[in-house]
């Protein structure tokens, strides 16, 4: 079986995607490219993007609501070959853009149903590549890669952006955010925060370059938000990090803004400032018209190891590092270590895990 390497550099084996991929001259080998070029054909044949004639393009023929908390969505063929159509299963309980997210989803298994009848009719385990592929396709099909550059040029990085484009594609903010981020058209991320009864946050979702369990170095910034109350915001200057393995915490300065959203506190945050309608960013150096890939901090694959054999963030680390050590001898660092410091002295419920030996932070 040959071995194909996609855009993103994942190994690729599966018979389903090699002939997928074989099947679509246009891809150069790529899966996601071929997966793009069958969506983009699909919305130029189809002449819409409304979802309910694009169903009726993939011969999706009928669709059915449930209520089954495990279930998303699925297809199934009506007949031995593709053109017998299909009907769709939908948990019809979801929210709206949950819901539309989950049949352009399955729209994409239609292509693998038409290039590869021989493996998609027969009985087959779930390749999850083609589920990769298919989540990629849903995000090009309610969000045109084109159009959405177009849109968003003309936006700053903000939640009134982000409300505006949501509203305007009906899709959630997290899928949003993936697919600017995708583009290199926001270098933001998205975190929701849940506040439990005592008044503590803990971060529930994110979107963006990698999950990890940040925490703020300001402890009163999520509660200063919610005591706001609903729909308010707060903008500023702050940093995040969270506890590694092997003694080591990383951490990144960021431009957020914040805002209480029902029972959670959701923050967007990019290493560039946000943009406020008085103050767009378009024309700023480094803005979001020359995207670069933000999250930058490739965190624990950056790190390397110093002469002393302790682990250090290198000079190439576009985000901010720290270093924790067990001596005294590392104090120093400036505002951000102050910061982290104060932390402790502040939040004495935290961890022991994290605390019982004072910890010492020092920027590189
Ligand atoms: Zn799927």
């Known amino acids: 079986m040959t071995a194909i390497r996609s855009s993103d550099g994942s190994h690729l084996s599966s018979e389903l995607i090699r002939r997928f991929v074989e099947l679509t001259p246009e891809s150069s080998g790529d899966p996601f490219a071929a997966m793009l070029y069958h969506v983009r054909s699909l919305r130029r044949s189809a002449g819409t993007l409304d979802l309910n004639s ?18 998303d969505a699925f297809i199934e063929p009506l007949g031995s070959g593709f053109h017998h159509g299909f009907k769709l299963t939908v948990n019809g309980t979801k929210p709206d853009v949950r819901i539309r997210f989950s049949i352009a989803h399955e729209i994409c298994h239609t292509f ?56 305007q594609y009906s899709v959630s903010s997290e899928a949003m955010i993936i697919q600017l981020r995708n583009l290199g058209i926001w270098p933001c991320e998205l975190s929701f925060w849940a506040r439990d009864d005592e008044g503590q946050f803990t971060m529930e979702r994110f979107a963006g370059w990698r999950k990890a369990n940040w925490q703020w170095v300001d402890l009163n910034l999520l509660s200063r938000v919610w005591a706001k109350g609903e729909g308010s915001e707060e903008w500023g200057r702050s940093a995040v990090y969270f506890e590694g393995s092997n003694d080591l915490s990383y951490a990144k300065w960021l431009y957020y803004a914040a805002r209480r959203q029902g029972k959670s506190i959701v923050a967007l945050w990019s290493r560039r400032p946000l943009g406020k309608p008085s103050q767009p960013l378009l024309d700023a150096p ?30 190439t680390s576009r985000g901010i590092f720290m270093r924790r050590t067990r001596s005294r001898r590392a104090q120093g660092g400036g505002e951000f270590a102050r910061a982290v410091a104060g932390r402790r002295r502040t939040q004495p419920s935290l961890p022991a895990r994290s605390y019982a030996t004072p910890p010492m932070y020092r920027l590189q």
């Open 54 to 71: 694009l169903l009726q393009h993939r011969k999706i023929y009928s669709v059915r609501k449930i209520a089954d908390p495990h279930v």
């Open 112 to 167: 693998f149903y038409e290039l590869v009848p021989e493996i998609k009719l027969h009985p087959h385990l779930q390749d999850e590549m083609e589920e990769r592929l298919c989540n990629v396709g849903a995000a090009e099909l309610l969000l045109p890669a084109a159009e959405l550059r177009k849109v968003s040029s003309e936006l700053p990085p903000s939640f009134s952006s982000l409300d505006a484009l949501c509203s």
């Open 286 to 315: 480094g803005g979001i018209l020359r995207p670069r890939a933000c999250g930058s901090v490739a965190l624990g694959a950056e790190l390397g190891t110093g002469a002393d054999g302790r682990a250090f963030a290198p000079e």
